[in-house]
């Protein structure tokens, strides 16, 4: 059996990223324990009754003789959750997050440092819309990307706490890349951030149009309209927090798309196929690029009848 990687882990926060790493950690070996806390006591009661982990009364007690406390929770209750937690930690611990966001766990993380920690913020590009201690699955992580984004200025100790961190992620199945935290954000706008605010105003809209179209719009909802919906069901206090945190790289992409679609609006009301097709054609092109580099699959009706599949979403909520 491998040896783990951490003797004793502990999870602030049991939703589906808090909770998948939880199953993750013991299935594969790589956490001797988990200790697991949420705010909510109603979650607490279900994380314990589905054998979560070891599940504390207080934050305090999750912490205090673990090796590696990984914060789920929303991006902007970062903060005052890390203050709560590195005084009760033990020295030489490391410190790390799910974030989407990193220039901003960055800043929360580094804000309660006391040179005890290794603050190590990180993000696993993987989940699902499910929330809840009961959405976790070990699985979740195999074969998704985990960036890490550590500080600046690190000594030799520190190095070694990123080594170890990322031969964690690794054990759980994932594929392990640092980069700063200002680059993460804006990869992240484009590829998570956009799609989703996109998702969730196309529902929207068509929850108006319900009411016009007298229920057709869900009566006859096709493949490309269920997906969306599938992310608009994601935590709306999770991702309103990556939006308001992550503004100026969302403003920056939504602008460019904004122009784009403007672009493509033009050539439908001309009639301009060649445009479209020219258009069409390129984003194909991509999708093709992403099945071929494993990022997806190109099975005939993927995802929508396996709920266990790793699709994309960020971070948790403590829920």
Known sequence: MTEPVFE????????LIGASIARA???????????LYDADADVRRRAAAIGLGDVADTLKTA????DCVFLCVPVGALSAVAANAVPAMKSGAILTDVGSVKGQASSALAAAADGRVHIIPGHPIAGTEQSGPEAGFASL?????????????????????VSQLEAFWCGLGAKVETMDAARHDRVLAITSHLPHLIAFN??????DMETVEEGEVVKYSAGGFRDFTRIAASDPVMWRDVFLTNKDAVLECLGRFSEDLAALQRAIRWGDGETLFKEFSRAR??????IDAGQDSGTVNFGRNQPEESLEGDGDEAD
Request: glycine share 10%.
């Open 25 to 35: 950690a013991i299935e594969y070996g790589v956490a001797g324990s988990v200790s």
């Open 8 to 15: 004793q882990i502990a999870i602030i926060g049991a939703g």
């Open 285 to 290: 092109s991509i999708r093709k690029a992403i």
């Open 141 to 161: 992580f195999r074969n998704a990307w985990h960036i890490l984004t550590p500080l600046e200025g690190g000594d030799e100790a520190y190095a070694a706490a």
């Open 202 to 207: 196309i529902v929207s809209t068509a929850f």
């Open 63 to 66: 912490v205090e003789t673990s």
